[in-house]
């Protein structure tokens, strides 16, 4: 699937993540200095959406019991997860973040 547009840049400020869904898919869409990245919305240890956790920096927080991810890479940082989330490329183009989905 090519690129499609999720959002507008302006609808995503430095720091702060959220969730979208895209064609059937729960997308947690990351504002981190300008650099936007994507992700599974769902933490892959337990059915909790990701964006309802915390953001640090490269990293966002399971709300439910804390497993930790790099939203760049989708590794795992910290148990009780011990699967990455699934990442998708993600870019600006004319002011609409963009994602390429499967």
Do not use: W
């Not at 969730?19 to 981190?32: F, S, T």
């Amino acid at each position: 699937m090519p690129f499609v547009a999720i959002c507008s840049v302006a609808d995503l400020g430095p720091g702060e993540m959220k969730r979208l869904d895209i064609a059937g898919q729960p997308i947690a869409v990351y504002n981190l200095g300008g650099r936007f990245y994507a992700t599974a919305a769902i933490c892959t240890h337990e059915h909790a959406d990701l964006t309802e956790g915390e953001l640090d920096g490269k990293r966002v927080s399971c709300p439910l019991h804390g497993a930790r991810f790099d939203v760049a890479t989708g590794r795992v940082l910290s148990p009780p997860a011990f699967k990455p989330l699934k990442t998708f490329p993600a870019r600006v183009h004319d002011d609409q973040v963009e994602v390429d989905l499967p």
